[in-house]
């Protein structure tokens, strides 16, 4: 069993920054976030894949999101630059033990944060 603890999230203006941070207790093969806002469904925000580093974003983040990981420290770090209102969101992190399913899906994690608040005042 693999348990995360997530960290970072807030409140700040749009324009701002936020970074959140996703601790894991053991090795795994790649770590996404993802997010939900109040009445939409989850959706995927960025992947990273340990071994090679190789990242994945959704549209509506790149270029303002970067996603980045701390092998040392077993951690996940999403920087979140130039925040809108509409990234307002709980932010979940989550950690898969194999490649099955695109990183997008959340059919392809096994175990998942507790959730992170980020709200970006206009």
């Known amino acids: 069993q693999v348990q995360l603890v997530e960290s970072g999230g807030g409140l700040v203006q749009a324009g701002g920054s936020l970074r959140l941070s996703c601790a894991a207790s053991?090795?795994?093969?790649?770590t996404g976030w993802f997010r939900q806002a109040p009445g939409k469904e989850r959706e995927f925000v960025a992947a990273?894949?340990?071994?090679?580093?190789?990242?994945y974003y959704a549209d509506s983040v790149k270029g303002r999101f970067t996603i980045s990981r701390d092998n040392a420290k077993n951690t996940v770090y999403l920087q979140m630059n130039s925040l809108k209102p509409e990234d307002t969101a709980v932010y979940y992190c989550?950690?898969?033990?194999?490649?099955?399913?695109?990183?997008?899906?959340?059919?392809?994690?096994?175990?998942w944060g507790q959730g992170t608040q980020v709200t970006v005042s206009s």
């Open positions: 990273i894949i340990w071994g090679v580093g190789s990242t």
């Open positions: 989550a950690v898969a033990l194999s490649g099955r399913y695109y990183y997008s899906s959340p059919r392809r994690y096994d175990y």
């Open positions: 053991g090795r795994t093969f790649s």
